[in-house]
């Protein structure tokens, strides 16, 4: 059984510029400093909030600066959306505009008032009042009453939103929660926090892998063996998951969708205090241990994050 949304993996731009407006103007927490197993040389970075809880954690690949833009469209998760208190998105108007980040007009979605916003490099960000929020980090830049807690949700843009749906409820966990317009939305009945995935039907362009798109979705396993029954769910559907990997933090089972999005099964243990302490979570670059001997070069290619807070 999946319990919802574990977290989101998205490329961006320098790693700076992203520490500055995920910690800093989101008022997030940053809970790891790692670097990219499959590329050693650069980052991985895991935001999340206050008590870094799966269903709150955006990850980001750093790339150069010249690094290839990506474009937001079908074949990806196109929004991200966290929770926010009822009556925070007017205070978080106000913080975008002092930070120089463009915001939208907020809109109604599900009645709930949604926010969105483009990070510096194109990713968006929605932000979504709900009465469920929870999680918000004390001890961020923002005040507890405006933080972000979990997730809300995910948007799918998918090139086959019938099989996207289909592959959803029978592998994922997931119902049909109802339809506005377009946006077809999923709810999770295990989940207990991030539990909604809505399905944008309508056609959009292809999108592109680059700097400013989500490079996969994870859904939350609660144990190894609740992620190899759902991987053999896939393999019974004809999809081709790859075998469990371990990622130090979790334990990872990729899919590609058929609709073409990159989805990932991820457990909840043995979780983000495996190498430091809750305390210092995210305060120091941790690698794992078929890196550790290389440490000093790898140091030597990454440049030291400062934390705003
Ligand atoms: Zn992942």
Not at 166 to 176: F, I, N
Not at 205 to 212: D, L, N, T
Not at 238 to 257: A, C, K, N, W
Request: glycine letters at 10%; aromatic letters at 8%.
């Amino acid at each position: 059984m999946l319990t919802g949304l574990h977290h989101v993996t998205a490329i961006c731009g320098p790693a700076q510029p992203n520490v500055d407006v995920y910690a800093g103007t989101l008022g997030l927490r940053l809970v790891k400093q790692t670097v990219n197993f499959d590329d050693p040389g650069t980052y991985h970075l895991y935001y999340a909030d206050g008590p870094a809880r799966p269903g709150s954690f955006l990850t980001f690949f750093p790339w150069p600066s010249d690094g290839l833009r990506g474009r937001v469209g079908a074949g990806q998760a196109t929004a991200t959306a966290y929770t926010v208190s009822p009556g925070a998105l007017s205070e978080w108007i106000d913080r975008f505009a002092e930070a120089g980040i463009p915001t939208a007009v907020p809109t109604s979605r599900f009645g709930q008032n949604v926010l969105t916003v483009h990070d510096g490099d194109g990713l968006v960000i929605d932000l979504i009042e709900d009465e469920d929020a929870s999680g918000q980090w004390a001890d961020g830049l923002v005040p507890t009453s405006m933080a972000l807690g979990a997730f809300h949700s995910v948007t799918l843009c998918s090139h086959n939103p019938d099989a996207t749906l289909r592959v959803l409820t029978e592998a994922y966990g997931y119902q049909e929660h109802g339809q506005e317009g377009d946006r077809l939305r999923l709810v999770n009945p295990n989940a207990d926090r991030a539990r909604f995935v809505d399905i944008d039907v309508a056609p959009q362009p292809a999108g592109r892998m680059g700097i400013g798109t989500v490079h996969h979705v994870a859904f939350r396993a609660p144990d190894d063996d609740a992620e190899l029954e759902a991987r053999e769910t896939l393999l019974s559907m004809g999809l081709q998951p790859t075998p469990q990997i371990d990622r130090q933090y979790f334990h990872s089972v990729y899919t590609r969708e058929p609709g073409g999005i990159l989805f990932e099964i991820a457990t909840d243990p043995p979780g983000f205090t495996v190498d430091e302490p809750f305390e210092t979570l995210g305060r120091a670059l941790k690698l794992p241990a078929q890196y550790e001997p290389q440490r000093a070069a790898i140091e030597a290619r990454l440049t030291p994050l400062e934390l705003p807070y």
